[in-house]
């Protein structure tokens, strides 16, 4: 494995991190999800990504307990709070309030004493962002979480919260997770930039665009049994689904034969590619998964490997 400082923090996180969205503590048996982190953490896979929404609290127990036979020190955790975890007004957000109950129960359903990285899962409109700030310095102060990061916030509020940290002398964010791939690049235009000068780290989800990097649908076929495209992330597979993409896919996988690995190994070395990038979060439902994305460590794409996929991906490569 190979690992990146997170931003311009000292925290070193594998190039490949493990996600539990839409997989663990609900879709894949306890069982699998378990075999599927002892695997990860054999390959060296030490940066582990989970939230407070995921199935209510379900992912976090399951993946606090499959990490619970290491080391603490030996491991990453990261997880996230926003989404509403109840029907009270109080039950969501970024509230001081929201933030330390969601804290404090994520802390009791991973049995850990602190959190890695604590993010803060989107924006939240209906609350100061210094309130949301303040919040997360003190719990920093009080080893409840060692460092702090957001998720999909946009280039101008990520800048706000790093212009009131840096004001106020408040503990700065290392980190953002947007979803970025192949496929979906809006991070490119504004966040990126912003981020390197900044210094704050990526740390990005569905690197394979919901699996459709992975090759594994074909044009005018029905989606695999048990495959996402037949799960509840329907929507979200769907729309990358389009007779454009289809062309481009077609086209990658050549690059991907040339290269011998496969169409996932490319695409998130395609993502690693980008030094800001830390760290790739796939989700595996099967060991076997895992052991194949890992490899995309070792995929060295050339300046020309890239320039070529820049045409693919702009689709000016079939005129």
Known sequence: MKYRNLGRSGLKISEIGLGSWLTYGGTVEDQTAETCIDKAYELGINFFDTANVYRRGEAE???????AKYQRDSYVLATKAYWPMG?????????RKHIFEQVNASLKRLNVDYIDLWQCHRFDVETPLEETLRAIDDLVTQGKILYAGVSEWSALQIQEALQIADRKLLDRIISNQPQYSMLERYIEKDVLPLCEREGVGQVVWSPL?????????????????GSRATTEAANMVNRFLTDENFAKLDALKL?????????????????LRKPNVASAIIGASRPSQVEENVKAIDVQLSTDDIAEIETILSGKAAQ
């Open 61 to 67: 127990i399951v993946v606090g307990r499959a990490l």
């Open 87 to 95: 029907d009270g007004p109080n039950d969501r957000g970024l509230s």
């Open 209 to 225: 665009a919901q699996g459709v990097l992975t090759g594994k649908y074909t044009k005018g076929q029905a989606a695999p049994e």
């Open 255 to 271: 690059v991907a034969e040339r290269k011998e690995c496969s169409m996932a190994q490319l695409a998130l070395a395609w993502v």
